[in-house]
């Protein structure tokens, strides 16, 4: 919450000590309805008619409560409004000026690192325990330097900047710490390209990448409406202060705890996959990679398509229309997500590729389902004004919403006969998006490659129709006059790119587009919602459902609880992200949670996402781990959301071997390599543990917010140690394990060691990743929540 925000009073309608939300946006936009020029309102419309009731229970909320905002779904991606609209760099209350600083549920809000606001994303628990007001702890964090040198060569976008700087920096390790970017580099790189790079912290696993104010920065506020008196108000602070960068003058040498550095001259054109962000891959080698990609064993780099097989092509009719799939044919290609959207010169760079392949005869196949989601309405009006959204249109790449679509797995449905021949093939079909996450499952249940692109590449890649192909030597298509197009024909230089900007990027547009951002739209203000103070909670809706976490919550903690004999849940490898343990995508209509809405009288094109069923825990701890592309070694490496109930000797989905450890009043834990957790900062990923029975997690390394999201749920975070593993343990996770913790909270530290036990009489230290005081205290009351409610009540 903004550092402005004053604590609620203790009138009737406020709970005190609650802290005001400064900020909700409902930013998600499923695609349904895509190439039309009708598809915004017809989306729209469907998301009202599919989400009344979760748009009611936010709008009952910023009834209910004082100084609570909600800006109406479909105004944009939060991220994008609070840098182009919300965000003051410096506070002014009262004559007071002190720096703006931010935290969101969403870990993308580090995009605001690159105004110079220090922020981060942290789960929702933690929000909500902030939102009651509950001050957050960490632990100081290492701060690395990044210094970037030279110039961009002509070509190169921020998104090939961007991918670059991620592998750099998950190859250095940088979770839990701080990045900031220095050097004569920075001045070279507009705000927009700096923001990028701050959106995609979560994916290089820093808390925040962070770009001092200079002078682009005086000059984006400028241009996104901030007033003149107000630009020279955050100059003259941040002056005084030592907080103001001058790039062109010679830079004091600052101390990090350790250094990297990049000359932005040897960043080229790259994309990324095709099952991890931080996979990047250079443009001049895609087929090449792609080729090692289906020949290797499955895993991040590889689908273990036999030789045989790899030639295959899949002929089918695509409404009586002659069409055909191969492996790497592009389904999907989405100019989307919050990371690209936001940024002038890649949107318009898409459609000056959309213009040149248009005049030059060339055409998107029709069975590729093509959409762009803008962030705000701003890139609406500079795509309109520079007259180059007609050309996107033509290519099929009409705006379907704004909000976040294909990036959180709001892709929609593909054409049935598209789904068919894939299916029925075994095709190992790809989605190319501007996104910044395309983990396994994630995009769509049917593209198990998923490539991360600049726009420009993203309308390429959907011309060529596949990911199979050298740009640099084979021809994209042949054009009108009979000749082959290739890639160089299409690619706008970056001074083409520049003049457009220049020309089409105006403040009035800002201006305009945020002056009626919270006036909303016709349904959000038909929407009828009750007057009461309090919720009334309908037993039979299946969106929003009281939760569970303080049913049968006694006034005195707990305190701490050893895991004794637990059975092993799930057995897991390295990278397991916060979309294995808890997808946000469709719900597949064979998982525990389409039973429970058949169940309740859901028809299954009524089942919309989990994400947009995250008001209702039934649902969600039947989504808990229910992952398609769950790879869980009890399984011996099938691929499915099901585990072995060791017990019985059975498969079955995770939810029912939970339900039936639970019922028998066993605990559970979970093992994992490196990097648990990583992704999204979704609350579920530790919530739905926690009402699957999940006592502990054993992992090689925890991704920052899902550690401490586990903390605030009573999970035990765990750490082998150094150079150990379950494998190198000999641990097969059909043992019983029981995990050593005093009884007495004042006898656990902060990271320090315990013993696990296991019943075949295997021993091995672990280090428990309670990292402060503070969190212990969490666990000594079983989870933040019952915390903050014991102190409240306390008071």
Known sequence: MRDAMNKLGSDSNKINPLVPVDLVIDHSVQVDVARSENAVQANMELEFQRNKERFAFLKWGSNAFHNMLVVPPGSGIVHQVNLEYLGRVVFNTDGMLYPDSVVGTDSHTTMIDGLGVAGWGVGGIEAEAAMLGQPMSMVLPGVVGFKLSGKLKNGVTATDLVLTVTQMLRKHGVVGKFVEFYGDGVGEISLADRATIANMSPEYGATMGFFPVDHVTLQYLKLTGRSDETVAMIEKYLRANNMFVEYS????????????????????????????PHDRVPLREMKVDWHSCLDNKVGFKGFAVPKEAQE????????GQPAELKHGSVVIAAITSCTNTSNPSVMLGAALVAKKACELGLQVKP??????????????????????QKYLNEQGFHIVGYGCTTCIGNSGELDESVAAAISENDIVAAAVLSGNRNFEGRVHPLTRANYLASPPLVVAYALAGTVDIDFNKEPIAVGKDGKDVYFKDIWPSTEEIAEVVQSSVLPDMFKSTYEAITKGNAMWNQLSV?????????????????????????MDPPGPNGVKDAYCLLNFGDSITTDHISPAGSIHKDSPAAKYLVDHGVDRKDFNSYGSRRGNNEIMARGTFANIRLVNKLLNGEVAPKTLHIPSGEKLPVFDAAMRYKSAGVDTIVLAGAEYGSGSSRDWAAKGPMLLGVKAVIAKSFERIHRSNLVGMGIVPLCFKSGEDADTLGLTGHERFTIDLPSNINEIRPGQDVTVQTDTGKSFTCTVRFDTEVELAYFNHGGILPYVIRQLTNQ
């Open 249 to 276: 003058e010679p830079q004091q040498e600052r101390v990090y705890s350790s250094y990297l550095d990049l000359n932005l001259e040897d960043v080229e054109p790259c994309i990324s996959g095709p099952k991890r």
């Open 530 to 554: 009750p007057t009461s103070k309090l919720y009334s909670w309908d037993p039979n809706s299946t969106y929003i459902h009281e939760p569970p976490y303080f049913k049968n919550m006694t």
């Open 367 to 388: 069975w590729i389902k093509t959409s762009l989601a803008p962030g705000s309405g701003v890139v609406t009006k500079y795509l309109q004004k520079s007259g180059l």
């Open 312 to 319: 295959k092509v899949a002929k089918f009719s695509f409404h």
